[in-house]
């Protein structure tokens, strides 16, 4: 078996105190000297290996301070449509949600512009509040066609969400997404329990069932409290 190099050692050494809890966020770990010792290792092997998981997001470096852990939070696949329960208890988090707003939408420049003019009439719109662990995670503003899902407006949200009852409704067969930075309204504020300066992220989706667009939803999150990835793999 090939031995580990010491840069991977120093690495699994960190990741391991991280994962299992006994180092929190916020801990502050043993100093590159004392790394240094531990290992019989080079301060440039050590600093590889700190650098890296500062890079990946498992450590916070401090100028004059030292080293920490960084606080963790949910990250998601910016390309996967998913439950956001569903994601949250894989977690092993806790989690419910708050029906905010459900009626039928007046017609509007965004309803003429997503669903375009034939449809414009006939919009469900839904504001649903998503938390984890008693914290608000996501804000769901979602405009569905009537048309395509008609018993939308009969949803009990306390018992399954929209992800769900349009799966089985309409399912979904394609999606677009948009990713931007904003700031939240005051009403977003409210309902996410964030400051006017705070920053969000806002995942604007699109989604379809056949050649039929169902549903159109702008999801925000604080940005302090989740973040997007992927991971790409070119084609051999």
């Not at 662990?133 to 804000?139: C, I, R």
Request: glycine residues 6%; hydrophobic residues 35%; charged residues 25%.
């Amino acid at each position: 078996m090939k031995k580990k190099n010491l840069s991977t050692r120093i690495r699994e050494f960190i990741l391991t105190h991280i994962k299992d809890g006994s180092w929190a966020d916020g801990h502050k770990i043993p100093s590159e000297a004392e790394m240094m010792k531990t290992f019989s290792a080079s301060r440039m092997t050590v600093h590889r290996a700190v650098k890296e998981l500062a890079a990946e997001g498992h450590l916070l470096r401090e100028r004059g301070r030292g080293t920490f852990v960084a606080k963790r939070i949910p990250r998601s696949d910016l390309l996967n449509v998913g439950d956001i329960t569903e994601e949250i208890a894989q977690r092993g988090g806790t989690c419910f949600s708050e029906l905010k707003h459900l009626d039928r939408e007046p017609e509007s420049p965004l309803t003429s512009h997503v669903f375009g003019e034939e449809y414009t009439t006939n919009v469900a719109r839904s504001k649903v509040v998503h938390y984890e662990n008693g914290e608000p995670l996501q804000l769901e503003d979602r405009w569905v066609n009537l048309n395509a899902a008609p018993g939308y407006l009969d949803v009990d949200f306390s018992t399954t969400t929209a992800y769900r009852y349009l799966m089985q409704t309409a399912p979904l067969q394609r999606a677009e997404h948009e990713l931007t930075a904003v700031l939240p309204t005051p009403e977003q504020q409210n309902f996410l329990k964030v400051q006017a300066g705070e920053p969000c992220l806002l995942l604007k989706r699109k989604t379809w069932s056949g050649d039929k667009l169902v549903s159109y939803a702008e999801l925000l999150y604080p940005a302090s409290r989740y973040s997007f990835g992927g991971v790409f793999t070119p084609a051999k």
